[in-house]
Every structure is written in C-alpha cells, then in structure tokens.
C-alpha cells in the first residue's frame, strides 16, 4: 500500500506538532506547515517536511498546497486544518478591525485551503478535511466573543459541508477539544494588547481583577486539562477509520457542555457558562 499523506497546519506547538509526531510514528507521510519559516526550519530539521502556509496570507496557502501536492504527485489523502489565535476582551471592547483579523486567521484561510483540497481529493476518489474546532465551538463563554465566534462559524461552514459532500467520498470531521495543554493563552496576549484598551472599558475592574490575571499569571493546568496527545488519537480515528465520526468531543468539559447544551434551558445554560 501506497504511504497516506496528511497535509496538518499550525505544528509549530500544541495540537499542531503532536499531531505531525503522532500521523508520522503511525506511519503517514506529514506536511507540517507552520506560518513562520523558522517554525518551519526546524521542524525541517526534525525530518518532517514543512511547508510555509499562513492562513492570513492567500499566496503562502497557494504555494505550500502546491508543494505539497508536487511532493505526492499531485494526491492527499487528508487535511487537518488547525491553528488558531484568541483576541481575550468584551465584546463591547472588541473593535470590529479585530473581528476582521482573526477572522482571516481562524476561518477564511482555512477555507482557502479547504476550497483548494477539495478538487484534488475529488480526482484522486477519496479524502479526509477534518477540522479543528472547540467547546467553544457549541457553547460560549464570557471574555471570548472573537474566538467563539470564529470556531461558530466553523462549525455552521463545516456542518454544511458534511451534508454537501454526502454524493462523494470525502469525508468532513470536526473534532472539539476543550481544555488542551497550548499556548493559545501566551499566544493571545500580543492581540489583547493590540486591540483592547481595557483601562477605558466600564468593565475595567474586571479586566484588572480577572482576565488579566488569567492572562499574565500561570497558574498550572486548567482543570481537566489534557496534553495535546488527547486529540491526536481521535485525529487518527477520524482519517483512518472507515467511517469516521462527523464530530470528536475531547475533554471531559466538552462532552459535560455538550449534554448541557442538549439539556438545559438558554437561561439556565447562560448561567453555568457565565461562572466561567
């Protein structure tokens, strides 16, 4: 049999390089792409095969899908889209500027590179586009409108793609993590400090006795917190398996939320996902 290829976005840390490292020791051919070439170099240097994609950048998303199809022939058997950014803020304090930056990195890259696999997996009569969605996905919580947002809409986009690729052989796979050691937290200082002018927000006491504690403090794990591993393993079942799943829960919080969501009232909900 032919090695199966799997083109995974966002490996410079977390989810991303536990998922090239994971499809790599099960013996899939991974293209790891980072959006920073020196990500990329090293990974290189690890032995994979990287190439540069940036979601908010359409000509890197053209030329590393096209290399990657020049190493293969011209085939791939799977997408993992993942890699993504928090903006941390009220929405009050949210400037719509925001809303449009992390919109282009969280969501309409990732369906510049879905539009663009689709037509190969198409060709070759099969595929695998599997997207790496949250909790927060199907549940919000307060100081994350931005990044709720974004992974809505990614479910609502992906849902109905499902349902139009029912006549082909690709398959559409969300999968949920909730809470997963990353650094989206680090990671997202630089946008709130960009964007959110929390001294001037009415919710500045707030700002000052909570989200920026949470920010800028470590305080260890959150609680149910899983290593990055927790979703390679249903990543591994969603592009090896016959029929894979339309959505992988990971997490105890998010098959808690998920029954909760089917369960309780909107106020009721509201309230749960306010204490956090």
């Known amino acids: 049999m032919p090695q199966k290829s799997i083109l995974i976005t966002g490996c410079s840390s977390g989810i991303g390089y536990a998922s090239a490292l994971g499809l790599r020791d099960a013996g899939w051919r991974v293209f790891a792409a980072c959006r920073k070439q020196a990500d990329c170099d090293r990974l290189i240097e690890d032995g994979f095969e990287s190439p540069l994609i940036d979601y908010e950048a359409p000509d890197t998303i053209e030329q590393g899908l096209s290399d990657v199809l020049a190493a293969t022939g011209g085939t791939l058997d799977a997408l993992f889209n993942n890699g993504a950014y928090g903006v941390p803020g009220a929405v009050e304090d949210l400037p719509t500027d925001a809303l449009r930056a992390i919109f282009e990195a969280n969501f309409f890259g990732w369906h510049t590179l879905t539009r663009a696999v689709i037509p190969v997996m198409r060709a070759q009569g099969h595929g695998?586009?599997?997207?790496?969605s949250s909790v927060l996905g199907f549940v919000t919580m307060p100081w994350r409108g931005a990044y709720n947002s974004t992974k809505f809409a990614l479910e609502g986009l992906s849902d109905t793609l499902r349902i139009e690729l029912r006549d082909t052989p690709i398959h559409v796979v969300l999968i949920e993590p909730g809470p997963v050691t990353s650094r989206i937290r680090a990671n997202s200082i630089p946008h709130f400090e960009r964007w959110i002018d929390w001294e001037a927000s009415p919710r500045a006491e707030q700002y000052r006795t909570g989200l920026r504690k949470r920010l800028y403090e470590d305080n260890g794990p959150d609680t149910f917190e899983l290593p990055p591993e927790a979703v390679v393993r249903k990543l591994r079942h969603a592009v090896e398996a016959a029929r894979p799943r339309p959505r992988y829960y990971v997490t105890?919080?998010?098959y808690i939320m998920g029954t909760l969501r089917r369960v309780l009232p909107t106020r009721a909900l509201d309230w749960?996902?306010?204490?956090?």
């Open 128 to 132: 695998r586009i599997v997207q790496c």
């Open 272 to 276: 749960v996902l306010s204490r956090g």
């Open 252 to 254: 105890t919080p998010t």
